[in-house]
């Protein structure tokens, strides 16, 4: 660690270099103009090419950081100088001894990376303005010159007092303040009066502002330490949570060194040598994604990851890639900050002395060993080390977490991370009956789960969360790690208790919340090994089941809702949920209403769980859907939509639009309408309302040979554009595959399509699509815009291949490796659906895609009745319904095959070097 200067070294410096009698650098007489420009450009360079040769030779990152801002200042100090020397002698005495440059903030704290910003105070007494402001000028304009970006601002002290006081930016960075040239007694008269006026007379106020604004920081860059593209500056368990302890450190002791900290009692040993190996493993993170982009880059990103992890020879392990391991580390060095930040902060928060005095008259004793308040529990000092060896007790405390949704102290849960090792792997009885009792709350379980888990008591009730602590889930479908992935799914089952509609109703419902409770935190514990973690996850809940002494009917229940967590999300996101047979097969293999409405609300938990957005009103409508056809074959009654009511459609259907027609076409069109009624699908018939099954005959009878007829809908609901196109039969062939390469060129997230072909070979085709170029309500215009290329695509006035390239956003197709090490897959499907072959297709997303493989179906000459697409884990899992070209469906092997293995080799060749034709270079 670089030493602080003291107030001599400080003298000699400002003497040396604001004394007028100082000759001039024989670089700063002999340069000029571009010459002197190149100069202090190539001085910069020299200070990043020191820091990356220490970067490869294995230096911390914080001897890197503090090797930087070594060279800055002295870069600073010498162009200080230099803008000083051009003053008059007596300007140079003037603003020698009225006037000071500091470095503030990160610069301060000697915390720089190879692009950071230079955070400059120029502090000076209104006589020195003038002249002084010349000076400022040139050191700005040098330092720009030169590469550096530069935050500066000059002001009196009493300026810088009045904007500290209202903005939480200054005033932290003040904390940080650094003299460098000038006056040194101006520069100490601004620190006391900031520690006098601004700390001590308005502590509260100064601690809120500093934690408040953190706050808002931590919300807007994930709310979590456990996010998998993190800021490591910015995000929670970032280097600004270490900023935080310091600024409060500042605040309640006056100093930020950890020593005089652990000294005061104000920090633990253990706390503060976590957080300074934390530290400087993110310090040193940051700077090589500074240096990996050439630039200021704060942000982690998937292919950042891979970089740095290789860089450093990472490896991996079975079911761990290199990648994973390294981000493991990370975010359990993130976690750790944010919760050693978190607590110091609670355990130093300032009170008034009514506050605490209220707290104390509210606070009560409880169980006979807690003290509890309106907002935290703790264990009587008497009582500290009994409660702590016991299990047993501690599981009485976080009952009353679970329950009133209080806070263990920072005191009591330091004193539990100490014991809950000691207590060795067995659990009595007793315990497990009393962390059934926790699971069977709702309200504030969540709470009681991190509070648990930050204290190491869930990871000894549940040991496979440690296997999950900060585990990774390397891909773009997921937002979170395991472990808060988990939580959060848990957290997201609780709140449906206390909402509204279907999902909720049916939480409500439920006998047995422990049991969903524990399978919404066990459901992805299986992930990181290399069998399927939906199997892992099965062993794991039975062993959890054992250990909790369930009974056997429960632990089965348990098991099984694990074991097929992703089923009912699959069924409804990736079949068609109208064939009919479908919901009796699933319903046979669920084989109750508790289960069903368990594996409901653990499915649409989960999806919640995944991140922001994932969990759509399109996929709770899907889910909702299955649920009730589910639920009402399970109460003995028939599949919902069976041939009488597909017969009561058609009835209804036929005498509305003969109503629409008027009563002199009604006997010619009699027949007509029945035909067509009865060549429409069960899934059209199932699906599309009366009226536009009416408005579709309407179009059907004025269609004329080569029409093609196109229209979008936006639901506002849902947030999705349904377009709709009917096209005679002339016009029809391939229809598919160029309707879905004009969509997806669009930038357009198709999430359904099916293609309906009438009696005589007319096409009424729906595409359901998501458009993430929009905000809110589709304008008009787009909408037109995409009708009109669907239009023109099946009248074959557009160049697929090429609409793909013109749409693509610059540098979209710049991956060559895909993020996840997920293998290409295709596999058939005869037995869910009774007149159509199902294709599932797995294959890393890239543009193009899906036109390649929708053209490879046509070219096979098969006939796509439904398609759904549904982009997650990296790969696109792209399901298609398909016959013959003539309706039969696909089911001897020997017709199968070739079709695999065409889709396959045609999968290869797009993923080696097929998909460079669609990439815009």
Not at 408 to 428: C, F, Q, V, Y
């Amino acid at each position: 660690m670089r030493r602080e200067r003291t107030n001599g070294d400080w003298k000699r410096e400002c003497d040396r270099v604001s004394d007028p009698s100082l000759p001039r650098l024989a670089s700063d007489s002999a340069l000029s103009g571009e010459h002197r420009i190149n100069a202090r450009k190539a001085r910069v360079r020299a200070i990043r090419d020191e820091a990356q040769a220490m970067l490869q030779g294995n230096a911390t990152g914080i001897q890197i950081a503090a090797r930087i801002a070594e060279r800055s200042e002295q870069f600073f100090v010498e162009l200080y100088r230099s803008a000083c020397e051009s003053l008059s002698p007596r300007e140079r005495r003037l603003v020698a001894g009225q006037a000071a440059m500091t470095f503030v903030g990160g610069s301060g704290r000697s915390e720089l990376c190879p692009f950071s910003d230079i955070d400059l105070l120029f502090l000076h007494r209104p006589p020195a303005a003038e002249p002084f402001g010349r000076v400022v000028a040139e050191v700005i304009r040098e330092g720009w010159d030169a590469g550096l970006r530069i935050g500066h601002a000059v002001r009196t002290v009493e300026e810088t007092l009045q904007i500290a006081k209202s903005e939480p930016e200054v005033t932290t960075a003040l904390v940080e303040i650094r003299p460098l040239a000038g006056d040194a007694g101006l520069v100490e008269r601004l620190k006391t009066q900031f520690r006098d006026r601004l700390i001590r007379r308005r502590l509260r106020n100064y601690f809120n502002d500093c934690v408040g604004s953190r706050a808002k920081e931590r919300e807007q860059h994930g709310g979590s330490p456990s996010i998998l593209e993190p800021d490591v500056k910015r995000s929670p368990g970032g280097l600004r949570d270490v900023h935080l302890l310091r600024w409060v450190a500042f605040g309640r002791f006056g100093t930020t060194d950890y020593d005089l900290l652990r000294l005061r009692n104000a920090i633990g040993r253990d706390d503060a040598r976590q957080l300074l190996e934390a530290y400087e493993f993110l310090l040193r993170v940051r700077i090589e994604l500074h240096f990996g982009a050439g630039r200021e880059n704060d942000i982690l990103t998937r292919e950042e990851q891979q970089r740095i992890a290789a860089q450093r020879g990472v490896t991996g392990q079975p079911g761990v890639r290199p990648v994973e391991r390294f981000m493991q580390t990370y975010l359990r060095h993130a976690t750790r900050i944010a919760e050693i930040a978190d607590r110091f902060v609670a355990r130093h928060r300032p009170r008034s002395a009514l506050g605490t005095a209220a707290e104390t008259m509210l606070t009560r004793r409880a169980a006979g060993v807690f003290w509890l308040s309106p907002s935290t529990v703790a264990i009587s000092p008497r009582f500290r080390e009994s409660v702590a060896s016991s299990p047993e007790r501690v599981l009485d405390l976080f009952r009353y977490v679970a329950k009133s949704g209080v806070e263990p102290t920072p005191e009591t849960e330091e004193l539990l991370r100490k014991h809950a090792p000691t207590w060795g792997t067995d659990i009595s009885p007793e315990a497990a009956a009393k962390a059934l009792g926790i699971f069977s709350f709702d309200r504030h379980l969540g709470r009681a789960l991190r509070a648990m888990y930050r204290c190491g008591v869930l990871e000894w009730l549940i040991p496979d969360m440690r296997h999950a602590r900060c585990l990774i889930q390397f891909n773009q479908y997921h937002s979170f790690t395991v472990d808060e992935h988990c939580l959060r799914t848990v957290e997201a089952g609780c709140a449906f208790a206390f909402d509204v509609g279907p999902i909720a109703q049916t939480r409500r419902a439920i006998r047995q919340p422990a049991i969903l409770n524990l399978a919404l935190l066990l459901h992805d514990v299986g992930k990181g090994f290399e069998e399927d973690h939906c199997i892992v996850g099965r062993d794991i809940a039975h062993r959890i089941g054992q250990r909790l002494r369930l009974q056997d009917h429960d632990r089965e229940r348990l098991e099984y809702l694990v074991l097929k967590h992703l089923d009912m999300v699959h069924l409804a996101l990736r079949r068609d949920i109208t064939d009919p047979g479908l919901a009796m097969k699933f319903s046979h293999d669920v084989k109750n209403a508790e289960t069903l409405r368990m594996l409901y609300v653990l499915s649409a938990a989960d999806l919640s769980a995944v991140g922001p957005g994932v969990f759509t009103k399109w996929k709770a409508d899907l889910l909702t859907d299955l649920y009730e056809q589910s639920m009402h074959i399970l109460s003995g009654r028939s599949a919902r939509l069976d041939t009488g009511a597909m017969d009561a459609i058609k009835r209804d259907a036929q005498a509305a639009f003969l109503h629409s027609v008027g009563p002199s076409h009604r006997a010619e069109l009699q027949d007509w309408v029945a035909r067509q009624l009865d060549g429409f699908s069960h899934q059209y018939l199932a699906t599309v309302p009366i009226a536009q099954i009416v408005s579709d005959l309407q179009s059907l009878r004025a269609l004329q040979p080569g029409d093609v007829l196109t229209s979008g809908h936006y639901d506002a609901a849902t947030r999705t554009t349904e377009y709709r196109v009917t096209a005679s039969a002339q016009v029809a062939a391939g229809c598919f595959h160029k309707m879905a390469g004009v969509l997806s060129a669009n930038r357009l997230e198709i999430l359904t399509a099916v293609i309906e072909t009438t009696v005589d070979g007319t096409i009424v085709d729906r595409y359901r699509v998501v458009d993430s170029d929009h905000d809110g309500r589709i304008p008009d215009w787009r909408i037109a815009e995409i009708t009109t290329a669907l239009r023109d695509s099946l009248l074959n006035r557009v160049d697929i291949p090429q609409l793909i390239r013109k749409h693509q956003p610059y540098g979209a197709g710049d991956r060559s490796v895909p993020l996840s090490n997920l293998p290409l897959q295709v596999s058939t499907d005869t037995h869910t659906s009774e007149r159509c072959t199902i294709i599932d297709v797995f294959a890393h997303d890239r543009p193009g895609l899906l036109y390649m493989l929708t053209r490879t179906l046509y070219e096979l000459g098969l006939s796509v009745d439904v398609a759904k697409i549904s982009t997650h884990l990296d790969q696109v899992v792209d399901v298609f319904y398909v016959t013959t070209a003539d309706g039969h469906k696909i089911e001897s092997e020997s017709a199968l095959r070739p079709i695999r293995e065409t889709l396959m080799e045609r999968l290869r060749e797009f993923e080696a070097e097929g998909h460079s034709r669609f990439t815009r270079r």
